[in-house]
């Protein structure tokens, strides 16, 4: 029974993490050139959730790499925590809520500030073995 359940939440899991790339694939070159405002707003919800995909992947590589390191992974956990939360109010901050692409606004926002992140996650795993100041130790 465990071993069914187990399965289960596995292809669960495996269905979130692939749902955009099918939904990308359905839209094709749509979102080339989006045509109206709600393609838009699904073509910029699509790559946000491409775009946080990667960086949740990433946060967990980090996570496992710092399991010998309670102390920095709890940092680590928290900075991550106040840079969603910083993430979230810049982009409203840039976002007029008068305008009628406010939400798309937000979300490419979004995606900008994630895509930084993202890169700033990959330095920290690339720093080379030995140096004193690398953020992730290897």
Request: overall charge positive; hydrophobic content about 35%.
């Amino acid at each position: 029974m465990q071993i069914k359940r187990n399965i289960l939440l596995g292809l669960t899991a495996l269905m979130v993490q692939l749902s955009p790339v099918f939904a990308a694939e359905n839209l094709g070159t749509e979102c080339d050139n989006p045509k109206t405002q709600s393609m838009m707003d699904e073509c910029a919800a699509i790559d946000y959730n491409n775009q946080e995909t990667q960086l949740r992947l990433l946060s967990e590589q980090i996570v496992k790499r710092l399991t010998d390191h309670p102390e920095r992974q709890a940092n680590f956990k928290q900075a991550q925590r106040g840079w969603q939360t910083y993430k979230n109010y810049e982009c409203k901050l840039a976002s007029p809520s008068d305008a009628t692409i406010a939400s798309t606004l937000q979300t490419h926002c979004q995606i900008k500030l994630i895509q930084q992140r993202i890169k700033t996650l990959q330095s920290y795993l690339k720093c080379p073995e030995g140096e004193t100041a690398c953020v992730i130790p290897r």
